[in-house]
């Protein structure tokens, strides 16, 4: 059993957000998170852009995370830090920082992958929130993936279903911009679903073999409708815009729900956690807490500000491997694409 308190300093740079937290074992004592507002005039994620913001960030953000925990940095057990998936750029930044870092207060490097922190958020101590319990599936839904993950422990998962093309942050966040609503699109959907009618109108949804999923169809089916309708009634959207978003949302939400039944039946898992960006989605939480009653399940829903991109779950994961003592040396690389 430990006897010292262990202290993580965690680092997320893997796309947009750069991001720095301080874990007390498995509590977060800070968790700060600096967004890049340069990319809603261009209406996605600048790769190039991405990277110099990180550059500018990285210093004043772990200065701010170690100063609200009141940790100094003589204190730390550990760096952990985001290795990939992600944005090369954007990634290599974090992993200079992080690397220099350890070397100079010569204490352990920990590289984590991005999925597999989304998925282990849920082990952060957090009053009113419970852990799930071994084996259980998650499904991590974001801008980048959309996966059915059996999580058999800590360090044992294996993806039994993913997308076959687009993610489901992607489908909702172009579903958005062809309705010409500002990026990040997603939140918007979500908002302005709680005003409409979810069975207005129909859309049909992609059949796909086994647990994978498919967004890229039900985008283009949502493209000619939108093109259609406006050719009649140049003010269609803006007329009806509550009803067309919630209409989208209820079919994604159908596509998710309808794997997960599949992958409880196969599994007999019924243990349910989300994790991702995409799990802030106000109908799919709902949805998901609603199951519980309906299909005997035990739903897990983090905190919603574990659900994107932060470094609080690279921080968890970092104090998992840290018992263990899975430690990195200097020459580990970042990388865009990895391994699950």
Same mark, same amino acid.
């Given at each position: 059993?430990?006897?010292?308190?262990?202290?993580?300093?965690?680092?997320?740079?893997?796309?947009?957000?750069?991001?720095?937290?301080?874990?007390? &074992? !498995?509590?977060?004592?800070?968790?700060?998170?600096?967004?890049?507002?340069?990319?809603?005039?261009?209406?996605?994620?600048?790769?190039?852009?991405?990277?110099?913001?990180?550059?500018?960030?990285?210093?004043?953000?772990?200065?701010?995370?170690?100063? /609200?925990?009141?940790?100094?940095? &003589?204190?730390?057990?550990?760096?952990?830090?985001?290795?990939?998936?992600?944005? =090369?750029?954007?990634?290599?930044?974090?992993?200079?920082?992080?690397?220099?870092? +350890?070397?100079?207060?010569?204490?352990?490097?920990?590289?984590?992958?991005? =999925?597999?922190?989304?998925?282990?958020?849920?082990?952060?101590?957090?009053?009113?929130?419970? #852990?799930?319990? @071994?084996?259980?599936?998650?499904?991590?839904?974001?801008?980048?993936?959309?996966?059915?993950?059996?999580?058999?422990?800590?360090?044992?998962?294996?993806?039994?279903?993913?997308?076959?093309?687009? $993610?489901?942050?992607?489908?909702?966040?172009? +579903?958005?911009?062809?309705?010409?609503?500002?990026?990040?699109?997603?939140?918007?959907?979500? #908002?302005? $679903?709680?005003?409409? &009618?979810?069975?207005?109108?129909?859309?049909?949804?992609?059949?796909?073999?086994?647990?994978?999923?498919?967004?890229?169809?039900?985008?283009?089916?949502?493209?000619?409708?939108?093109?259609?309708?406006?050719?009649?009634?140049?003010?269609?959207?803006?007329?009806? #815009?509550?009803?067309?978003?919630?209409?989208?949302?209820?079919?994604?939400?159908?596509?998710? =729900?309808?794997?997960?039944?599949?992958?409880?039946?196969?599994?007999?898992?019924?243990?349910?956690?989300?994790?991702?960006?995409?799990?802030?989605? +106000?109908?799919?939480?709902?949805?998901?807490? !609603?199951?519980?009653?309906?299909?005997?399940?035990?739903? @897990?829903?983090?905190? @919603?500000? *574990?659900?994107?991109?932060?470094?609080? =779950?690279?921080?968890?994961?970092?104090?998992? #491997? *840290?018992?263990? !003592? /899975?430690? !990195?040396?200097?020459?580990?690389?970042?990388?865009? /694409?990895?391994?699950?």
């Amino acid at each position: 059993m430990l006897h010292n308190d262990v202290f993580i300093l965690a680092i997320e740079s893997s796309c947009d957000d750069t991001a720095a937290a301080v874990l007390r &074992n !498995n509590k977060v004592l800070s968790n700060v998170v600096a967004g890049q507002k340069i990319h809603e005039e261009y209406g996605g994620v600048v790769p190039e852009l991405a990277s110099r913001a990180h550059q500018q960030n990285i210093v004043p953000v772990v200065d701010m995370a170690l100063k /609200r925990a009141n940790v100094n940095k &003589n204190q730390l057990s550990a760096i952990a830090f985001t290795q990939g998936p992600g944005l =090369m750029g954007s990634l290599l930044v974090g992993t200079s920082f992080a690397k220099s870092l +350890s070397l100079s207060l010569d204490i352990p490097l920990i590289a984590v992958n991005h =999925m597999h922190a989304h998925i282990l958020a849920h082990f952060i101590d957090e009053e009113g929130f419970d #852990k799930p319990e @071994f084996p259980f599936l998650a499904l991590t839904i974001s801008g980048g993936h959309t996966q059915i993950v059996k999580v058999n422990s800590f360090f044992n998962m294996e993806i039994i279903g993913e997308t076959t093309d687009d $993610a489901v942050g992607e489908a909702f966040d172009k +579903s958005a911009k062809i309705m010409g609503l500002p990026y990040p699109g997603g939140p918007l959907i979500d #908002k302005f $679903a709680k005003e409409g &009618n979810p069975k207005k109108y129909q859309f049909t949804k992609p059949k796909v073999d086994g647990l994978n999923f498919s967004f890229s169809g039900l985008k283009t089916q949502i493209l000619y409708f939108i093109q259609r309708n406006v050719l009649e009634n140049p003010n269609f959207i803006e007329e009806n #815009k509550a009803d067309i978003c919630a209409s989208i949302q209820h079919t994604i939400i159908e596509i998710l =729900m309808e794997k997960l039944k599949m992958a409880v039946a196969e599994t007999g898992i019924t243990q349910i956690a989300i994790g991702g960006g995409v799990s802030a989605n +106000s109908g799919i939480r709902e949805t998901l807490k !609603n199951a519980e009653g309906k299909y005997g399940w035990k739903t @897990f829903i983090p905190k @919603f500000e *574990y659900t994107t991109d932060n470094a609080a =779950m690279i921080g968890i994961v970092g104090y998992q #491997k *840290y018992l263990e !003592n /899975r430690f !990195n040396d200097a020459s580990i690389v970042s990388k865009a /694409r990895i391994e699950f």
